[in-house]
Nanobody
Framework: VQLQASGGGTVQAGGSLTLSCVAS????????IVWFRQVPGKEREVMSC????????YYGDFVEGRLTTSRDFPFNTVYLRMNNLKPEDTAVYYC????????????????WGKGTLVTVSS
């Protein structure tokens, strides 16, 4: 089982990035995919979730319309497009797979990927 997040890097404030999460080793279509971020010393935040079916999308309250998540079933990939990035968006971004629903609650995640670092310069 593997979840591989990529697409991080350094971007100037106001810029955009698209992160990718590629899944393997499990039935991708049966899992919701959640994006989290974490700054050292701070609590992990839920950025978005895209459900297995429909699929429905959900975003954290603080997102302010700057994120879009989508999934590509044939390529077992979920994307997170982030616009109008701010220095406070600097964090390590992770993706995780959740079998039952789209709770975004850490202990409910079945699989975790390694993170990708996003740095936003002012």
């Amino acid at each position: 089982v593997q979840l591989q997040a990529s697409g991080g890097g350094t971007v100037q404030a106001g810029g955009s990035l698209t992160l990718s999460c590629v899944a393997s080793g499990f039935t991708f279509s049966q899992y919701s995919i959640v994006w989290f971020r974490q700054v050292p010393g701070k609590e992990r935040e839920v950025m978005s979730c895209i459900s297995a079916n429909s699929p429905g999308t959900y975003y954290g309250d603080f997102v302010e319309g700057r994120l879009t998540t989508s999934r590509d079933f044939p390529f077992n990939t979920v994307y997170l497009r982030m616009n109008n990035l701010k220095p406070e968006d600097t964090a390590v971004y992770y993706c995780a797979a959740e079998r039952n629903g789209c709770t975004g609650y850490g202990p409910n995640m079945d699989y975790w990927g390694k993170g990708t670092l996003v740095t936003v310069s002012s």
